[in-house]
């Protein structure tokens, strides 16, 4: 067991150093210049440009909107729109435009642009689901989680030259702003941060010290086993 938790724990230090390999290279291309998506795009180089700021411009495809149910901000109940972005000479790509109140969801009364917009975002990709996040329900409008593939097939696939292309609008006001939108549900975006979890110091420690304790174990364990053999050994005068 000592060798084995201290394995363990060697393992989870070299994914501590990976994780913070990968957050420090993603910070490098969050302060990169913004790019200017190509009319279309090769989806085989996306993972390479996950968290890289993009401009666009285009107008909103209100009808083909999804809500990314339940979300919760700073205590707020509500959902994340997602919105098809048409652009102009290129194809379409799908906008997390961000978050909206519960009451605004229910009636449908968030904001909806019209015309040309043009925003500022990141991409992404699809997100990992856990065991406990239900099936996404498109035809009811229920979608738990980030399925790429599945909700540009939803606003029109291939047929509408939609891409299965995720992006995140950026927020970069104050919370001061941010009330405001709340209050009015114009969508708030995501600040302009890495969330990737990193809790591999806490497995690190955990690991090791098991393994310090059970070595300790063990050693406790040989010498009372010695010192009982050492009492029934026999003894000559």
């Known amino acids: 067991m000592p060798f084995f938790t201290f394995a ?11 994780k913070v390999n990968l957050i420090d290279e993603l910070e490098e291309k969050l302060q990169l210049q913004p790019l200017s998506l190509p009319p279309k795009i090769n989806l085989a180089v996306i993972p390479e440009f996950l968290y890289r700021k993009v401009s666009l411009k285009g107008r909103w495809d209100h009808a083909n909107s999804m809500l990314l149910v339940p ?7 509500g959902a994340h729109v997602v919105t098809p972005l ?23 009364t968030y904001q909806k642009e019209e015309g040309e917009v043009e925003i500022l975002g990141m991409l992404r990709a699809s997100q990992p689901r856990n065991s406990f996040t239900p099936d996404n329900q498109p035809e009811q409008g229920n979608w738990y989680w980030t ?3 599945a909700m540009a097939e939803y606003a029109g696939g291939v047929n509408a030259d939609v891409q ?7 927020f970069e006001g104050h919370a001061g702003e941010a009330g405001i939108r709340l209050s009015k549900g114009i969508p708030i975006g995501r600040a302009p941060t ?28 040989l010498i009372n086993k010695n010192r009982t053999i050492g009492r029934k050994l026999p003894r000559f005068n």
């Open 8 to 18: 363990l724990g060697t393992w989870q230090l070299q994914r501590l150093k990976w």
């Open 71 to 77: 979300r919760v901000r700073e205590g707020t109940h």
């Open 86 to 108: 048409i652009r102009e000479n290129g194809s379409t790509v799908l906008v997390d435009r961000g978050f909206v109140s519960k009451d605004f969801v229910l009636d449908g």
């Open 147 to 149: 399925d790429v593939e």
């Open 164 to 170: 299965p292309v995720f992006i995140e609008q950026i």
């Open 194 to 221: 890495i969330d990737l979890r990193n809790a591999h110091l806490s497995y690190v420690i955990t690991w090791y010290a098991l393994s310090g304790l059970t070595a300790f174990m063990f050693a406790r364990l």
